[in-house]
């Protein structure tokens, strides 16, 4: 059983940074997705950032784009999301989630992923 752990989140100023990492207690292979999903208080969980382990670009939520950035350590199996310019909207429990097969699943859709952290609180004041 894969098993992902978050950690960085924090509390955080507006304008401020964070980063944010997941790491998995496997090998991620070159096909599966590593996604970040953020769930504000009584919202559903909404897609922020994913990377296809074997190459491709990154794929950025709108609120998303130009303000985080993904990046993997290969050699630890870790995703990094490193989010600039926070907002007192970007307040939510990051969750960090991986998928098991080759798939045509948009990577902004849930179901798409197997294993989820446990998520990682990220609080912005303004």
């Known amino acids: 059983q894969v098993q992902l752990v978050e950690s960085g989140g924090g509390l955080v100023q507006a304008g401020g940074s964070l980063t944010l990492s997941c790491g998995s207690s496997a090998a991620v292979v070159y096909y599966q997705t590593l996604a970040w999903f953020r769930q504000r208080q009584g919202k559903e969980r909404e897609f922020v950032a994913a990377?296809?382990?074997?190459?491709?670009?990154?794929n950025y939520s709108d609120a998303a784009k130009g303000r985080f950035t993904l990046s993997k350590d290969a050699a630890t199996n870790t995703l990094h999301l490193v989010m600039n310019s926070l907002k007192p909207e970007d307040t939510a429990v990051y969750y960090c989630?991986?998928?098991?097969?080759?798939?045509?699943?948009?990577?902004?859709?849930?179901?798409?992923?197997?294993?989820w952290g446990q998520g990682t609180q990220v609080t912005v004041s303004s």
């Open positions: 989630a991986l998928d098991d097969q080759i798939t045509a699943a948009p990577m902004d859709m849930l179901d798409r992923y197997t294993y």
């Open positions: 990377l296809t382990w074997g190459g491709g670009r990154p």
